[in-house]
């Protein structure tokens, strides 16, 4: 019901950027759900990376990409946005977007409707 479509992965350096892009279709998705951003490196487990609410007043961020990622959404271009600055090799993981009407939902990684993925990639 909901197609979310990932990009803006790649090959970076220590201490560069990129910016992910998570584009939303489907005649069921709304302007009003939140959406966020997870990750899942090899032999780890999934972890939540960030997140917004339909207003895109209210972000959220996990401990270990605070003050270096910025999570943002055009809600025109039914888009969220994952930047990341100051890249370190511990990011390097397949990052994947995420949208439910419910943050909270969200947040516990409980979503209705996920992306394929992205891969980030960080040498040192």
């Known amino acids: 019901q909901v197609q979310l479509v990932e990009s803006g992965g790649g090959l970076v350096h220590a201490g560069g950027s990129l910016r992910l892009s998570c584009a939303a279709s489907?005649?069921?998705?709304?302007?009003?759900?939140?959406m966020a951003w997870f990750r899942q490196a090899p032999g780890k487990e999934r972890e939540f990376v960030a997140a917004n609410s339909e207003s895109g007043v209210n972000t959220y961020y996990a401990d270990s990409v605070k003050g270096r990622f910025t999570i943002s959404r055009n809600n025109a271009k039914n888009t969220v946005f994952l930047q990341m600055n100051s890249l370190k090799p511990e990011d390097t993981a397949l990052y994947y977007c995420a949208t439910d009407q419910s943050l909270s939902t969200l947040r516990r990684g409980e979503a209705a409707y996920w992306g394929q993925g992205t891969q980030v990639s960080v040498s040192t």
């Open positions: 489907g005649r069921t998705f709304s302007r009003y759900y939140g």
